[in-house]
């Protein structure tokens, strides 16, 4: 019999092979809530229990994306579309399921008397179901993740270069990964909600018969975010964007954090701030990091000292829950 595949219900927003690269004694140093300093693995953070996993949508939430789809091109219009039939594919397998089992037990009286092979055959449908809404999204981030693991081997081994050769097709990829990176984490999606949810809340959507109370931005965020890191990475690919390597040479490590990658230009002590810059800063390991469209002229850079301890402070700062490093003493000054 075909084994069907487990539902996956812990659901990492920042990958474990990324953390691992602050493992000493197979273990990270981890800041909970700029109070609690603990040592752990890196499986027992930076998860949520079904964060990825798909949910149907209401129609007053079907109708608020409506209206963001009629702000795009056509031709967007169309992929974006797509991208919400293929999402939502599990959801409509669930409603063809249900009309099935409905019209078995009208026919056979009760659920019981439902024959056991066809009965057996429902059950195993429900189970590939229940994959497809907890594992569709979390495979497809492994999958990224897997990518970024290729391209921090070839970084650690050949530094930043190799970037600059790759056609546009492959830089585009190779962007687009960073940018799902940037958009798949709980502070990030924590911070869309509120400074969005404030935003319509000024507009009157009553007018077009949508109620906002009855609209979760939660089961909304993945349509919004795929425009928006579709429409970045396309842009940074235009642009011809610069990517400079940061070697860190110096006694203090870089740290991380549930936010590993942030945008320099951001005020994340201001939620309302809005931000028309984008500065990307991304620490790939203890000793190296990246910045992605700065203003840097030189591909590889060694940094000093403070700027090693200026980078630090905008990841402190930025993080949600958990600042995470590979030593216990470099994360006590974030204590509060």
């Not at 293929?86 to 037990?105: G, S």
């Not at 990829?173 to 984490?185: E, G, H, K, V």
């Amino acid at each position: 019999m075909e084994r069907i595949e487990n539902v996956k219900k812990k659901h990492h927003f920042v990958f474990q092979a990324y953390l691992s690269k602050w493992k000493e004694n197979n273990t990270v140093w981890v800041l909970r809530d700029r109070k609690k300093l603990f040592p752990t693995g890196t499986e027992a953070i930076a998860f949520k229990n079904s964060f990825y996993t798909i949910n149907s949508l209401n129609s007053d939430e079907k109708k608020l994306l409506d209206c963001y789809l009629q702000t795009m091109s056509p031709v967007v219009r169309e992929q974006m579309k797509f991208f919400i039939e293929t999402y939502l594919l599990p959801i409509e397998n669930q409603k063809n399921l249900d009309i099935m089992k409905q019209a078995a037990i009208k026919r056979f009286g009760t659920e019981n008397n439902i024959p056991d092979d066809l009965r057996h055959e429902i059950s195993k449908c429900e189970q590939i179901i229940r994959v497809q809404k907890n594992n569709n999204m979390e495979d497809f981030y492994c999958d990224i993740e897997g990518e970024l693991v290729k391209y921090f081997r070839i970084i650690d081994e050949q530094g930043i270069g190799f970037y600059y050769n790759l056609d546009r097709n492959d830089r585009f990829n190779f962007l687009s990964d960073i940018c799902i990176q940037y958009f798949r984490t709980l502070p990030l999606k924590e911070r869309w909600m509120k400074q969005f949810g404030d935003s319509i809340k000024k507009l009157d959507f009553a007018k077009v018969g949508i109620d906002l109370s009855k609209v979760n931005l939660e089961n909304l965020s993945v349509f919004f975010f795929w425009h928006i890191q579709t429409s970045l990475a396309y842009s940074l690919m235009s642009k011809e964007t610069t990517i400079a390597l940061l070697n860190n040479n110096t006694a203090i490590p870089f740290i991380t954090s549930d936010q590993p990658i942030i945008n320099l230009k951001c005020d994340y002590d201001n939620d309302l701030a809005e931000t028309t810059e984008l500065t990307f800063f991304y620490p790939i390991s203890p000793t190296k990091a990246l910045v992605i469209n700065g203003d840097n002229t030189e591909r590889q850079i060694d940094v000093s000292v403070e700027a090693v301890r200026e980078y630090n402070s905008a990841i402190a700062r930025s993080s949600s829950h958990l600042i995470i490093g590979n030593e216990e003493e470099i994360l006590r000054q974030y204590i509060e």
